[in-house]
């Protein structure tokens, strides 16, 4: 099943002046990272794209890299912190999303 894309750089640019939703640093590199786990396919995902503007989190560069790459303190990780960090990267994606709602970044009419 093919889904459109949504697309907004409303969502995006709102992470300017925010704090990580994962670590709560506030060091002028949080972007919106797009969500990059075991579901993403399931939201706009594929080849060369990436989901949903609205499946994305407020991170900082260390925690997106992180997630971005599921690296684990040592280096490797088993598929079980695989999907365990693929499951909180998604919640982190949540939280960013009820953030946007509660500072009025998208807007319910």
């Known amino acids: ?25 506030e060091d002028g590199t949080i972007v919106r990272a797009h969500y990059s786990g075991y579901r993403s396919q399931s939201y706009g995902k594929g080849k060369g794209i990436k989901c949903h503007d609205h499946i994305s989190a407020d991170l900082c560069d260390t925690c997106h ?6 690296k684990g303190k040592k280096g490797l990780m088993s ?4 999907v365990d960090l693929s499951e909180q990267f998604l919640h982190l994606c949540v ?3 009820a953030r946007d709602f509660q500072e009025g970044v998208i807007v319910c009419t």
């Open 95 to 97: 939280l960013s999303l």
């Open 65 to 70: 890299d992180t997630f971005d790459r599921y």
């Open 1 to 25: 099943m093919k889904t459109n894309i949504v697309r907004e750089k409303k969502i995006l640019k709102a992470s300017n002046g925010r704090s990580c939703i994962n670590c709560g640093r």
């Open 79 to 82: 598929f079980q912190e695989k």
